[in-house]
């Protein structure tokens, strides 16, 4: 951003964003100002806090503990919040749309100590663990939970079902997340170096193993393993959200559909590749009842669905029309 003046700054801004479809969550510096800008359908997170005074904004409220912030609120999707000398002021610029926020922010992305789109992360994937435990129980012993991201999901699996809660997979926090490494070689090796199990706590017992999600399989087929080696009887997998079937084009790096386990295969085709006793997914419906819309009203559900809120381009042709061509 040049240095001509803050009008002319926000022109250039909304010139620029004003015809875009997708995710966007932006900060822009200039000489006099820090100017935030979220997409119409707020797809990603933004949000806005205070600290001695000055207006700061992170893409998470957990940002703002570590360094002694107050949360204020979330730039509103579609929002330009201008923040300099005379404070924080915001107008909104572009064609309003129908809010469509990524539920995959409270299933996996986000951390559990934030609150995105005015809900706690940790209390979404709690009640995502107990409508699990609803719709998918398990005759075991023990839950365990894949960490990080299944742990919340797993504790309210176990007080749901009554089972009994055990830290059995211990994760090396040094390894990134495996599920986005290019190259399969690298995944099975992360697997190896980013999970140990604790055997005296899995083994003999029948183990309801939780996870956040299954992309590739590849990832969920090693620890399947891993706990049956340490001594399990049994190992049921439950996973805190619905089968992932399309890809995401909203900012996420996921595999193509074609990579997608359960676009090409049914659940008990999954479950036989993991060589686990049985498997759960979360419903489509008690996902949206876990993060409080029912009505699925707000949030984008189309790594689940495959039906994307806007116009998806791939080669010069749409998403459905090349899905519908491939039907045919």
């Known amino acids: 951003i040049g240095t001509s003046g803050p009008r002319a700054n926000i022109d250039l801004i909304v010139e620029a964003l004003k015809d875009d479809e997708g995710a966007f969550s932006m900060l822009f510096a200039t000489p006099e100002s820090v100017i935030a800008v979220r997409d ?21 409220t957990c940002a703002f503990d570590l360094i002694g912030a107050n949360y204020v609120r979330d730039v509103e999707p579609g929002e330009i919040v201008i923040a300099d000398s005379r404070g924080a002021h915001s107008f909104f610029a572009f064609e309003p749309k129908r809010a469509t926020h990524c539920i995959f922010e409270h299933v996996y992305f986000s951390r559990p100590d934030s609150i995105v789109f005015g809900r706690s992360v940790n209390k979404s994937r709690h009640r995502m663990g107990k409508q699990l435990a609803r719709e998918c129980p398990a005759d075991a012993d023990i839950v365990v939970p894949v960490p990080d991201s299944g742990v919340a999901a797993a504790i309210g699996y176990a007080a749901q ?23 399969s070689q ?8 980013k999970l140990n199990p604790v055997r005296d706590l899995i083994e003999g017992n029948r183990v309801v193993l939780i996870d956040d999600s299954i992309v590739r ?82 949030y984008c559900m189309a790594c689940y669905t495959g039906d994307y809120p806007t116009r998806i381009d791939i080669h010069d042709q749409t998403y459905r029309e090349r899905e519908a061509v491939a039907a045919d």
């Open 40 to 60: 119409p359908r707020g797809f990603r997170p933004l949000c806005m806090g205070e600290l001695e005074g000055a207006t700061v904004f992170a893409s998470e």
């Open 161 to 183: 079902s009554g089972l009994k809660f055990r830290f059995a997979l211990v994760r090396n926090h040094y390894v990134g997340r495996t599920f986005i490494e290019p190259q």
């Open 186 to 193: 690298i995944r099975h090796f992360g697997v190896k170096i």
């Open 217 to 298: 399989g590849t990832t969920s087929k090693k620890i399947v393993k891993m706990v049956r080696d340490a001594g399990a009887t049994e190992v049921h997998m439950r996973i805190s959200c619905p089968p992932t079937i399309a890809p995401c084009y909203y900012g996420v790096d996921t595999p193509t559909k074609e990579e997608l386990i359960a676009a090409q295969n049914s659940i008990e085709e999954i479950r036989g590749y993991l060589d686990a006793d049985s498997l759960g997914y979360l419903s489509i419906e008690g996902l949206l009842e876990s993060v409080s819309d029912p009505g699925g009203t707000k």
